[in-house]
C-alpha cells in the first residue's frame, strides 16, 4: 500500500506533496474530508509503538480543550486522533510497510527517498 494521508489546506503538506511527487499508485486522503479510520490507526500505531507518537500537540484544540494540562493515557490518544483530525501529525505517509509521520527534514527527506525508489 502506498497511501499519503494529509491535510489540503496546509502548506507544508502541500509542499512535502511536492517534494515526494507521488505517482498514480499513491493514494492522497485529505484528513479534513475523510479522517483516519481506526484500522489504520492501529496498523501505524504497532509501526511507530504509540499513540501518542502519532499525536500533533501544536493542534490549537490541545490547548483549547485543556488536553495539555491532563495525563493523557494511550486510550485517551487514540479517542482524540479518532474523533479530530486536527490531532494527527501531518503528512502520515505509507509505502509498503514504511511509516512516516511529520513535517521533520528527516522524515521527508526518508519519505521522498522511499516514494521515489
Keep these: 500500500m502506498k497511501k499519503i494521508y494529509y491535510l ?6 502541500q509542499r512535502i506533496l511536492k517534494e515526494i511527487n507521488p505517482g498514480k499508485d499513491v ?5 479534513k ?6 484500522t489504520t490507526l492501529d496498523w501505524i500505531k ?4 504509540s499513540y501518542e507518537a502519532l499525536f500533533s500537540k501544536r493542534a490549537i484544540k490541545y490547548r483549547s480543550l485543556g488536553l495539555n494540562e ?8 487514540r479517542k482524540h486522533l479518532l474523533e479530530e483530525y486536527t ?8 509505502n509498503g510497510d514504511e511509516v512516516f509521520i511529520g513535517n ?11 516514494f521515489n525508489k
Design 8 to 13: 489540503s489546506t496546509c502548506d507544508t503538506c
Design 27 to 31: 493514494e492522497l486522503q485529505d484528513i
Design 33 to 38: 474530508a475523510q479522517n483516519i479510520d481506526a
Design 46 to 49: 504497532e509501526k511507530v509503538g
Design 70 to 77: 491532563m495525563s493523557l493515557t494511550e486510550a485517551d490518544y
Design 87 to 94: 490531532f494527527l501529525k501531518r503528512p502520515f505517509m505509507i
Design 104 to 114: 521533520a527534514k528527516k522524515d521527508v527527506a526518508a519519505a521522498v527517498e522511499s
